[in-house]
């Protein structure tokens, strides 16, 4: 299964942006890039997908690199709620779609 | 619209006992994930149903686990018996179907001592 790489943690200040890397050298060409974020004491929770292109929704950017084997998940003004651990992974399309968490990024915000 | 639903949400035992999760998916949501979340790592799948049946049970210790999903809705996982590596916490997830986005519950935190 193809595997991810990314920081342990991240700080950033809040309202300003931040910029969540992801390496994925050995991904396919079938497998998404979904990112997921776990609160303090909470379950994980959908952020965004792609596959090639560029996405945007309201939580955050996705963009990706053109060879695909980096990404970068853009969160445009954090603030405390954003305080979380970031999950980079990628899902075959080929797969009965089992999640594979690695240790994910824990970034922290502050005031 | 109801998130997904866990049981109980904490429970403290002693090692050899048994111990019983209960999830409430998502009213309509086909496929029912459980996962394990050791303190300090991502959460691990540990068993997959699409409705009542099972698509992925390749990481559940089958020695002491066991999970069903008899009508296709909600699911219980066991541990029978407990050990101390077991402390950790358990969540349900659900989707509409395999590969869409995963709604997770709350999690039950179980301590093992």
């Known amino acids: 299964d193809a595997k991810t790489t990314q920081p342990n943690s991240m700080e950033s200040n809040e309202e300003e942006p931040v910029h969540l890397p992801c390496n994925h050298s050995?991904?396919?060409?079938?497998?998404?890039i979904h990112w997921y974020r776990q609160l303090p004491s909470q379950g994980p929770e959908y952020v965004i997908h792609?596959?090639?292109s560029n996405v945007n929704n309201r939580m955050a950017s996705l963009a990706i690199a053109e060879d695909r084997k980096s990404s970068t998940l853009i969160l445009h003004r954090a603030t405390l709620r954003d305080a979380a651990v970031y999950y980079c992974i990628l899902l075959p399309t080929d797969s009965w779609g089992k999640l594979q968490f690695g240790a994910g990024t824990q970034v922290v915000v502050t005031p | 619209e109801a998130g997904v639903a866990q049981s109980p949400r904490y429970k403290i035992i002693e090692k050899r006992q048994s111990v019983a999760f209960w999830c409430n998916p998502i009213s309509g949501h086909a496929t029912l994930y459980w996962y394990q979340q050791i303190l300090g790592q991502g959460p691990k799948l540990l068993i997959q149903?699409?409705?009542?049946?099972?698509?992925?049970d390749s990481q559940l210790p089958k020695d002491r686990f066991s999970a069903e999903r008899l009508k296709g809705v909600d699911s219980t996982l066991k541990i029978q018996p407990a050990k101390l590596e077991d402390s950790a916490v358990y969540l349900c997830a659900s989707s509409t179907r395999h590969l869409t986005t995963q709604y997770f519950g709350p999690g039950t935190r179980l301590l093992v001592l």
């Open positions: 149903f699409q409705n009542n049946g099972v698509v992925d």
């Open positions: 792609g596959l090639t």
């Open positions: 050995t991904i396919s060409g079938t497998d998404y």
